[in-house]
C-alpha cells in the first residue's frame, strides 16, 4: 500500500486567508463602535464676530456579534492506531488532520452564509452578509435589508433572483465611493457568477489573471477589473452562495478568536479511543459602510 492519501476537496479557503485576526475576545459578546462624519454643509459661513453656540455631538454606534462554538470528533479504533500510520487512513493523526481540513471548510461556509447573531444557546454569529446594510442592490420582491437588533446583526430577507451585469457591479461600487470616497478592493463571488462575470463587455480588454504566488497578490486565484473607481479584484469561492456577490475590503473585517483551534480527549471506550477538535470565535466588521452586496443573483 502506497505511504500516500489521494484527496480530492477544494481546500483553500479564500475568505478566511484573506481577513486579519483580531484581539481575543473577552466575553461571549464582542463588542465595538461604529462612527461617520457629519454630511458637508455647504451653507457653513458665519459673520464676522459670530457668537459660537455648542454644536450637538452624534455618538458613536455600539456593535456586538456573538461567539459561536464549532467542533469535529474522531474515534479510531486500537487496531488502527497500531497499524502503520501513514498507511492508514483510519489512524487518530490522519484524521485529526482531516478534521482540521474540514473545519476550515465549515468556518469557512459559516462566515459567508447569511447568520443572524444570536446570543441563545447554541450560539451563533452574524455572519459577514448580514451586516451588510449600506450598500446594497438587490432583486426586489420579498427582499428586506438587513438590520441591527440591540447591536446585533439581523440577516436580508432574500429577494427575487436575476441575472449578474455589470450595472450592478457600477451601482455597488458608486455606491460605496459616495459613503467613503473609495471602494472595496475585492469581489468574491461563487463559480457560476465568476464566469458570468468574464462575459462582461469589454471585458477582455480590461481583465488580467493574477498569479496566486505573484508578490504583493492576496491569496487565492483572482482576476482585476478595472472600472471607474480603479481595480477591483474578482476571486471565486465555492463556499458561498451563488446568489451573493461579496464586495470586501479585507482590512475592514477580522476574525476574533475566543479559544483558538485545540484537540480535546473524549477518552478509550472499549477498544476505541475518542477526541475533538474545537474552536470558539466570532467575526467582527469593523464597518459594515466599507463593503458592499450584490445581492439575489441568478445560480444557474
Known amino acids: 500500500l502506497e505511504g500516500v492519501i489521494n ?7 479564500p475568505f478566511s486567508a484573506n481577513i486579519g485576526s483580531g484581539p481575543r475576545a473577552k466575553n461571549t459578546r464582542h463588542s465595538w463602535e461604529l462612527d461617520t462624519l457629519a454630511t458637508p454643509d455647504v451653507t457653513n459661513k458665519r459673520n464676522e464676530g459670530y457668537n ?11 456593535v456586538a456579534n456573538i461567539t459561536q462554538i464549532m467542533t469535529k470528533a474522531v474515534q479510531t479504533s486500537g487496531t488502527s ?14 484524521q485529526l488532520v482531516k478534521k482540521a481540513l474540514e473545519l476550515r471548510r465549515d468556518r469557512e461556509a459559516i462566515y459567508l452564509y447569511p447568520q443572524s447573531a444570536d446570543a441563545a444557546d447554541p450560539r451563533a454569529m452574524g455572519t459577514f452578509p448580514a451586516w451588510l446594510t449600506t450598500n446594497v442592490s438587490n432583486g426586489g420582491g420579498a427582499y428586506s435589508a438587513a438590520t441591527l437588533s440591540s447591536g446585533l446583526p439581523v440577516k436580508a430577507t ?86 451573493d456577490g461579496l464586495f470586501i475590503d479585507f482590512s475592514m473585517v477580522s476574525a476574533i478568536p475566543l479559544r483558538p483551534m485545540a484537540e480535546k480527549d473524549l477518552g478509550i471506550t472499549g477498544d476505541s479511543i475518542g477526541s475533538f477538535l474545537v474552536t470558539e470565535g466570532t467575526l467582527k466588521v469593523h464597518n459594515e459602510a466599507a463593503h458592499g452586496i450584490a445581492a439575489d443573483l441568478n445560480d444557474s
Open 81 to 94: 492506531e497500531a497499524v502503520d500510520e501513514v498507511a492508514s487512513a483510519t489512524s487518530r493523526s490522519v
Open 158 to 243: 432574500d429577494g427575487t433572483k436575476r441575472p449578474f451585469t455589470e450595472t450592478i457591479v457600477k451601482a455597488v461600487l458608486q455606491s460605496c465611493f459616495k459613503v467613503r470616497g473609495r471602494v472595496p478592493k475585492v469581489l468574491m463571488i461563487g463559480p457560476f457568477n465568476k464566469g458570468v462575470f468574464s462575459t462582461f463587455a469589454g471585458i477582455a480588454s480590461s481583465r488580467f489573471n493574477i498569479q496566486k504566488d505573484a508578490p504583493t497578490s492576496i491569496i487565492g486565484a483572482a482576476d482585476v477589473y478595472v472600472g471607474d473607481f480603479g481595480n477591483l479584484t474578482v476571486m471565486p469561492n465555492t463556499f458561498q452562495r451563488e446568489r
Open 7 to 13: 484527496r480530492v476537496a477544494v481546500e483553500e479557503v
Open 52 to 62: 459660537i453656540a455648542a454644536e450637538a455631538v452624534v455618538q458613536p454606534t455600539k
